[in-house]
């Protein structure tokens, strides 16, 4: 299970070296192919069925990407330094006494076994953007307590705090049961749905989204049927970058952390806990983009693919655990916060029927529910 890798891998000096004349296309499968014979050994091979339409023809890799490779053995991520974590990729300690909850969702993943993969990156087209309200349901001034808002793209719960506590040094947690990707009952629209389920920083009064999580794809047309399951990373307004060599299904246990280093620096850790595979990266913020600060979210998402809202994947229910976030000795979560606004997100289509809502269980369990009829982008 244990290998021992270099610690940390910047794909921005293996890109930098290409050959004359190489298109950055090739360069970049070069370089990855290189990386993965080094640091993976021996490939194995797959077919998946990919949605043409979401690879990006012109790709660029994510500003500043950086991979964390596998610890060495009997490396032990409680007693290790706070430098340490951070080097092999792995979220900040939150406190133990001031913050139990975080501290036990921490201590999960990163004692959890778990071989780290050098990740296949593929740019793609989808964009998972911040809230679009719908109507006048804008959150406006966020007030202590639990709103209920409406938008075209999110569902699910938000935490907004104006003091924005959230600009440095805060991590997000989920965990996923990855749920059966299909379309409506009793459609077959002739192409791709998708759906996105993501945990991060920002986006309900800001421009910019830091967000990492596992996105469930179907296709139906005529008696051909497929679906596609992948996780991604993304700090919008760059497209999510999608990883294509960690092999997600249905039915897998997915933990995935986010957390923030300084306002324009971000890492993301996402474990198949199922599978006992993971990759953590860390990657740096659009040019002219930083992070405000002043929301966590724990969102099922329909996103923008190709410049078009997507139609929402019927997904038809899907679980959320262990929704917390963790900032100094302060916990933020979807059913209590020490300051800020909560808001209760529902997804409506252009006829203002429910798309996708959640409802909370508790202090950090959602569930996520799609109707499966309001298709209608």
């Known amino acids: 299970m244990f290998r021992f ?5 910047n794909y921005s000096m293996i890109l930098r070296a290409r050959p004359p004349g190489v298109s950055w296309n090739i360069s970049f499968g ?6 993965l014979a080094f640091y993976a050994g021996p490939s194995v091979a797959w077919a998946e069925d990919v949605p043409a339409e979401s690879v990006a023809a012109n790709a660029f890799l994510s500003p500043g990407m950086q991979v964390h490779s596998q610890p060495p053995a009997g490396f032990d991520p409680l007693t290790a330094s706070d430098l340490e974590l951070q080097r092999f990729g792995f979220p900040p300690r939150p406190d133990a006494r001031a913050t139990p909850q975080q501290y036990a969702i921490w201590k999960k993943m990163v004692t959890a076994p778990q071989t780290r993969i050098v990740p296949s990156v593929e740019q793609t087209t989808i964009h998972n953007q911040p809230i679009q309200f719908a109507g006048r349901s804008a959150a406006g001034n966020p007030t202590n307590g639990t709103t209920q808002v409406a938008s075209l793209n999110w569902s699910g719960f938000a935490v907004v705090d104006a003091n924005k506590p959230f600009a440095s040094g805060t991590t997000v947690f989920g965990e996923y049961i990855v749920p059966i990707a299909q379309q409506a009952f009793g459609t ?5 749905d998708y759906s996105a389920e993501w945990v991060g920083l920002d986006g309900v009064m800001s421009n ?6 596992i996105e469930d794809d179907a296709f139906c047309s005529g008696s051909s049927k497929k679906t596609f399951y992948k996780s991604w990373f993304e700090w919008f307004p760059n497209p999510s970058f999608r990883i294509k060599n960690l092999v997600i299904k249905p ?3 997915v933990g995935v952390a986010v957390w923030n280093t300084s306002p324009t620096q971000a890492n993301a850790l996402i474990i198949d806990y199922t599978t006992q595979k993971a990759v953590s990266v860390a990657f740096n ?4 983009t930083v992070l405000t600060g002043d929301s966590v979210e724990w969102i099922v998402e329909r996103p923008e693919v190709n410049g078009t809202l997507a139609t929402l994947t019927n997904y038809v229910a899907d679980p959320f655990n262990f929704c917390e976030a963790a900032v100094g000795a ?10 800020g606004a909560t808001y209760s997100v529902n997804m409506l289509d252009a006829s203002n029927a429910v798309l ?8 950090s369990t959602l569930w996520f529910y799609e109707p499966g009829t309001a298709a209608s982008p």
């Open 208 to 213: 910019d989204v830091l967000q990492a999580g």
């Open 330 to 339: 302060a916990a933020y979560g979807p059913g209590a916060s020490p300051t």
């Open 30 to 35: 070069i370089a990855l192919g290189l990386a």
């Open 285 to 288: 913020a659009p040019n002219g």
């Open 188 to 192: 077959c629209n002739g192409g791709w």
């Open 5 to 9: 890798f270099k610690p940390l891998t």
């Open 251 to 253: 039915g897998n246990v």
């Open 356 to 363: 996708s809502f959640a409802d909370a269980y508790g202090a």
